[in-house]
C-alpha cells in the first residue's frame, strides 16, 4: 500500500509499505476512507518533533471503516465506521484513570499514530488500544461531519472544558487558523456573554465574520486596548491561546484581567519566555499542555445533535494520488486554505 513517509528532517515522500496486521488482541486495523493534514505534521516535517521516528507513516486526523480487530476488542466490529482518535491510551493507568490519557504511560501512549508508530495518511493503519482509539460514528454524521473528532476538535473541546467558563465571561481565543476554529465552536457550548477572537490574518477574519457573525473579531494590534474595553474587569476572564507565534503568549498574559485563567493549547516551535516580574500581582492560572482527547463520544453525539458542525473548514479536497500537492496548498496557505480533505480512493 502506498504512504506518506517521514523520510528526514524536510522530507516526506510516498512509499510502498506492507498492509498492517493485528499484532496485540487489543489492535483494530482501519481502511482509512479520508485523512487530513495538521500543522503538527508540519512541524514533524520541520524537525520540530525530535521524538518523531523517521520511517513512520504520518498523519493522525483520520475516520475510516474497521477491517479487522484482535479477540480483546469488544466495542467495535469489522464494518463500523469509526474517527480514530489522536492518542493512543491503555484506559487503566494512573493518569488514564483520571482523564489524563496525554500522559498514558504505555510505551505507546499519549501522541503516537504518526509519529512514533505508522499513522493514517495512507490506505489502513493499525490502531492500538482500539476499545478507547476507536469512535463509532453514528449513522447521520458524513465522513467530512467526523473527520477533526479525534485530534483538532478534541483540543477545542478539552481546552474550552479546562478553562472553566462561566455564562458571564468574556472569552478571548488568540487564533482563528484551523484549531482555534474548532476551539471556538467548543466555547460556544458554554454561551458565554462575550466571545472576542484574534486574528491577524483578514481573509480568516472574514471566515469568523462570515459563519459566526455574533463573535468579536479583533487584529492582534488592537487585542488588548479593546479586550479592556469590552471586558468588566480590565481583561477577559478566560484566554485560549491557540496560535502558537513569537508575540501570542505574551499576548495572552496582557489581555487577562487579574486572576483569571489563561489555557494554552498552542505546540511553540521554540521556548517562550514566561516573564514573571511583568506578570506578577496579576495572579493568573496557566493551564497549558497537549489535548487528553478522551471525550469523543461526547463530540460525535453533539455533531449528530447539530450543535457542532466543522465541515466549512474543510476548504479543500485531494484524492490521496495528490497528496503532495494538498501539503503544498496547507503549508503555504494557498487560495485561504483552512483545512484539506485526503480522500482515498475506493
Known amino acids: 500500500m502506498k504512504a506518506l513517509t517521514y523520510i528526514e528532517r524536510g522530507?516526506?515522500?510516498?512509499?510502498?509499505?506492507l498492509k498492517p496486521v493485528v499484532v496485540e488482541t487489543t489492535d483494530a486495523v482501519v481502511k482509512v476512507t479520508m485523512s487530513s493534514i495538521c500543522t503538527s505534521d508540519l512541524h514533524i516535517?520541520?524537525?520540530s518533533v525530535p521524538r518523531a521516528v523517521p520511517g513512520i507513516t504520518v498523519g493522525h486526523e483520520m475516520v475510516g471503516v474497521v477491517e479487522s480487530v484482535g479477540e480483546a476488542v469488544s466495542k467495535v466490529k469489522p464494518g463500523d465506521r469509526v474517527a480514530v482518535n489522536v492518542e493512543t491510551f491503555c484506559g487503566?493507568?494512573?493518569?488514564?484513570?483520571?482523564?489524563?490519557?496525554?500522559?498514558?504511560?504505555d510505551p505507546n501512549g499519549g501522541w503516537a499514530l504518526g509519529c512514533r508508530i505508522d499513522g493514517g495518511q495512507t490506505e489502513f493503519v493499525r490502531v492500538p488500544f482500539a476499545d478507547n482509539g476507536l469512535t463509532k460514528?453514528?449513522?447521520?454524521?458524513?465522513d467530512e461531519q467526523a473527520l477533526f473528532v479525534g485530534d483538532i476538535l478534541a483540543t477545542g473541546y478539552w481546552a474550552a472544558k479546562i478553562s472553566e467558563i462561566g455564562e458571564d465571561d468574556t472569552v478571548l481565543i488568540i487564533g482563528a487558523g484551523p484549531t482555534g476554529l474548532c476551539t471556538l465552536q467548543c466555547v460556544m457550548l458554554y454561551?458565554?456573554?462575550r466571545i472576542i477572537v484574534c486574528e491577524k490574518d483578514t481573509?480568516?477574519?472574514?471566515?469568523?465574520?462570515?459563519h459566526y457573525p455574533e463573535v468579536i473579531?479583533?487584529?492582534?494590534?488592537?487585542?488588548p486596548d479593546k479586550t479592556t474595553h469590552l471586558s468588566e474587569h480590565g481583561g477577559a476572564d478566560r484566554v485560549i491561546e491557540v496560535a502558537g507565534a513569537d508575540d501570542t503568549f505574551r499576548l495572552a498574559y496582557e489581555c487577562a484581567r487579574p486572576n483569571a485563567i489563561v489555557t494554552v493549547?498552542?505546540?511553540?516551535?521554540?521556548?517562550?519566555?514566561?516573564?514573571?516580574?511583568?506578570?506578577y500581582g496579576k495572579n493568573l492560572t496557566f493551564k497549558t499542555g497537549g489535548v487528553d482527547g478522551c471525550d469523543c463520544g461526547d463530540i460525535l453525539r453533539l455533531i449528530s445533535e447539530g450543535s457542532i458542525n466543522t465541515t466549512p473548514l474543510i476548504t479543500h479536497t485531494y484524492p490521496f494520488s495528490q497528496i503532495k500537492d494538498a501539503y503544498d496548498m496547507f503549508e503555504n496557505r494557498r487560495d485561504n486554505v483552512i483545512k484539506v480533505a485526503i480522500v482515498n480512493e475506493k
Not at 92 to 105: A, I, L, P, R, Y
Not at 137 to 142: A, E, G, M, T
Not at 217 to 223: G, I, K, R
Not at 269 to 279: H, S
Open 265 to 279: 493549547v498552542a505546540l511553540y516551535d521554540k521556548p517562550q519566555i514566561l516573564p514573571l516580574p511583568d506578570m
Open 45 to 47: 516535517k520541520h524537525g
Open 137 to 142: 460514528i453514528p449513522d447521520n454524521v458524513s
Open 217 to 223: 473579531v479583533v487584529s492582534p494590534d488592537e487585542c
Open 11 to 17: 522530507r516526506f515522500e510516498v512509499t510502498e509499505k
Open 203 to 210: 481573509k480568516r477574519q472574514e471566515f469568523v465574520k462570515t
Open 92 to 105: 487503566e493507568c494512573f493518569f488514564c484513570s483520571h482523564g489524563w490519557v496525554n500522559n498514558c504511560t
Open 191 to 193: 454561551k458565554p456573554k
